[in-house]
């Protein structure tokens, strides 16, 4: 299976795949060939794995490592033994425990600035124009001339606007950091900021922020920034826009309520005795 495997990712590169979705993809078929071992692909033994699934991860995993276990046998000509997604109910609301609110940010930006001006600066891009770590990169010299971020990922296009503020806080850092051209936000060797690096970073903050670890990632920022942007607009069409999605289905995850104003309301309408 491994040369199997081999040519499928080589396919996925062809099909010009992130190398974020590659990289899933391969681990999640990965996971799936070590689980059965020696046994033969079937349609019962994939069954099976999805059942050891289940019980293991969260429904919305298990459908992402399905989506990609269900390409891998397409492509090897197993069309047979593909499996069904789990059926998962639209959520309702979000779940109050990982939302990160706008003083907790701030906290964690105090925190961040004595620790790295390049983090300061990246959790800032990221909230500030709702940009993903994977378009970090396309913030470049060249963009902040125009405030206007020409964003190419996921085989999309989109235009991101960044606040005159943070135009003018990146200007004097790369002014300073003598960086003339290309990306600018970039570690000490001069490449671009990745997930992990900027993940790691941000849990070390915790603490001294006084923010639960369970709210502190990367794209909890992006949601803050579609958030907030909701509250003040109403428009999930032009969010939609903003943070590049192709369905508002999409981005109305990132606007759910945590279900306080709506029990709110159910309590003023007064039916209980």
């Known amino acids: 299976m491994e040369e199997e495997l081999k040519r499928y990712l080589e396919e996925l590169t062809e099909r010009e795949k992130s190398p974020a979705t590659i990289a899933k993809y391969s681990h999640d078929v990965r996971l799936f060939l070590n689980w059965k071992g020696q046994a033969p692909i079937t349609k019962q033994l994939v069954i099976a794995y999805k059942q050891w699934l289940v019980e293991r991860y969260a429904p919305a995993s298990v459908n992402s490592m399905l989506a990609a276990l269900n390409s891998f046998l397409e492509f090897i000509g197993r069309h047979e033994c593909r499996v069904r997604a789990l059926k998962i109910q639209r959520a309702l609301f979000r779940p109050e425990e990982k939302e990160l609110s706008r003083e907790e940010y701030l906290r964690l930006l105090g925190a961040a600035r004595q620790k790295s001006v390049v983090l300061w600066l990246a959790m800032q891009t990221l909230c500030g124009a709702g940009l993903r770590v994977s378009e970090l990169r396309f913030v470049t010299v060249e963009s902040l001339q125009s405030g206007r971020v020409q964003v190419n990922c996921k085989g999309k296009r989109r235009v991101a606007l960044l606040p005159r503020a943070l135009v003018q806080k990146l200007k004097k850092y790369a002014a300073r950091r003598h960086i003339h051209a290309g990306p600018v936000l970039v570690t000490s060797r001069g490449k671009p900021l990745d997930r992990s690096h900027i993940w790691a970073e941000m849990k070390k903050l915790c603490g001294q922020a006084g923010v639960a670890r369970q709210k502190v990632f990367p794209h909890n920022l992006r949601h803050l920034f579609a958030r907030t942007y909701y509250r003040a ?20 995850i990132y606007t759910l309520s945590d279900g306080r104003k709506e029990c709110r309301q159910i309590e003023g309408l007064r039916l209980i005795q």
Do not use: E, P, Q, Y
Request: hydrophobic residues 35%; positive net charge; proline residues 0%.
């Open 233 to 252: 607009s109403k428009d999930l069409l032009r969010l939609a826009d903003l943070l590049g999605h192709s369905s508002v289905n999409t981005t109305r």
